[in-house]
């Protein structure tokens, strides 16, 4: 019998958990430079780019309707529609010339800390994110009605983590974790096939000691997108070859580092402390006219 309770109470002991804490950074930020120069002539045709945003036929066409007796202001806001920038020239006679210069700056920082709690040996999974519909497919009956399904995705942050103490307060992690977010802008050939989604994922394992970090992963990324459009011989001289070209140049970069800290928990004045450090984190950053004092059982 008292081998029977020995065991017992080795059985019956409190089993250890595991605070997850991971900090995503991510910096991403695009600059881009479009500046080209357009002509046309009603006898003898045009030099028309398409990284312009604003072709010269559009802006002619028009100047033409705005011309016409009991035209209204709406035609020069249907001219101007998809125009990002300025847009100057002249329209005179037989000859037609445009300007179009753009410059932009764009930057996204993205930080979030997800921490989740877990048993030994247990997986556990931490969520936050928003569903997007995405069409997923089309249907067109006799009478020409057009049906569309639509599927729903989820997209935000996406942590699974399960971990295994082992001897010397180290850690065995296995760790899924994913950030995906909507992309700003889409191609035009795929405008009619939904949404375009940006996702970083980590899938790997990890062995770290207590209360330390580690990277798990990062990536550094820069693309650079050069495009020249010119008249053929006229778009070569020097200087005045400035006249008949138009120039794209688009730089982006991206930085990700993802970081992950496994701190164990082996009694209940642990966790108090944890959940205090937490809560005085989250008063200080956010709440700071207001403090309410939580402090551990002794």
Known sequence: MRDLEGVIAQLDIRRAQVLVEAIIAEVQDADGLNLGIQWANKNS??????N?????????????????????????????????GIAAGFYQG?????LSALSSNSKNDILATPSIVTLDNMEAMFNVGQEVPVLSGSQTTSGDNVFNTVERKTVGIKLKVKPQINEGDSVLLEIEQEVSSVADAASSSSADLGATFNTRTVNNAVLVGSGETVVVGGLLDKSVTDSVDKVPVLGDIPVLGYLFRSNSKKVS????????RPSIIRDRDQYRHASADKYHALIRNKFSSVVIRITPRR
């Open 45 to 50: 045709g045009m030099s028309q780019f398409t």
């Open 52 to 84: 312009t945003g604003l072709p010269i036929t559009t802006a002619i066409a028009g100047a033409n309707q705005y011309k016409k007796e009991g035209a209204v202001d709406s035609s020069i806001a249907s001219t101007l529609n998809g125009l990002n």
């Open 94 to 98: 037989n000859w037609a010339m445009l």
């Open 253 to 260: 970069r991206r930085n990700l580092m993802l970081f992950i």
